[in-house]
């Protein structure tokens, strides 16, 4: 089964920074993309950003582009996510999810993941 635990959220001011971690074992075994999903109180879950094992390709929402950055450490089974310049909007649970690939439509990021776990909470303080 697989298993990734997500760690770094807080609270920031606008403007500020996090860095959000993904770890868990299966990489390229299991699946082969991780993407970061967040949902806010009373939305649905959103697609924020996404990197597959191909070439490192990265997909974003338009929503973060060129604020926030995934990356992936492999030699630590671990993904994260650098979010700079920090809007209020941004607030939320973020959660991670393994893939076979990063999925995108209409330049919407989407999953067929289910088994969420606890996500991190991110507060954006305006």
């Known amino acids: 089964q697989m298993q990734l635990v997500e760690d770094g959220g807080g609270v920031v001011q606008a403007g500020g920074s996090l860095r959000l971690s993904c770890a868990g074992s299966?990489?390229?075994?299991?699946?082969?993309?991780v993407g970061w999903f967040r949902q806010a109180p009373g939305k649905g879950r959103e697609g924020v950003a996404c990197i597959q094992e191909t070439f490192g390709a990265t997909r974003y929402a338009d929503s973060v582009k060129g604020r926030f950055t995934i990356s992936r450490d492999s030699a630590k089974n671990t993904v994260y996510l650098q979010m700079d310049h920090l809007k209020p909007e941004d607030g939320g649970v973020y959660y991670c999810?393994?893939?076979?690939?990063?999925?995108?439509?209409?330049?919407?990021?989407?999953?067929?993941?289910?088994?969420w776990g606890q996500g991190t909470q991110v507060t954006v303080s305006s």
């Open positions: 999810a393994p893939d076979l690939a990063c999925r995108e439509l209409g330049g919407t990021l989407l999953t067929s993941f289910s088994s």
């Open positions: 299966g990489w390229g075994s299991t699946f082969h993309a």
